[in-house]
């Protein structure tokens, strides 16, 4: 089993900055991607963001050049900072990782609004 951790979501307005952190325990050994989706009301669950283990990462065209997702390995943390947050970007983010199956956290609410 893995577990998923989130924090640093809140309510933030337009044009500012949040930065989440997920840390990942449990039977952790041989993790490879690492991410967050988010998922806004009355909408299905999207990518946000991936990272391996070896630092390669692929982002939702929505979220280019805004989000940055980056990982620490000794410390099984997965992070995104977020830069420039539209409402649009209102959404429950969840951590995510692949270990013989999906592993998802518990959500954090990230809302953006003036």
């Known amino acids: 089993q893995v577990q998923l951790v989130e924090s640093g979501g809140g309510l933030v307005q337009p044009g500012g900055s949040l930065r989440l952190s997920c840390a990942a325990s449990g039977n952790i050994f041989g993790i490879n991607y690492m991410g967050w989706y988010r998922q806004a009301p009355g909408k299905q669950r999207e990518l946000v963001a991936h990272?391996?283990?070896?630092?390669?990462?692929n982002y939702a065209d929505s979220v280019k050049g805004r989000f940055t997702i980056s990982r620490d390995n000794a410390k099984n943390t997965v992070y995104l900072q977020m830069n420039s947050l539209k409402p649009d970007d209102t959404a429950v983010y969840f951590c995510?990782?692949?270990?013989?199956?999906?592993?998802w956290g518990q959500g954090t609410q990230v809302t953006v609004s003036s």
């Open positions: 990272i391996s283990s070896g630092g390669n990462t």
């Open positions: 995510w990782t692949y270990r013989a199956r999906d592993y």
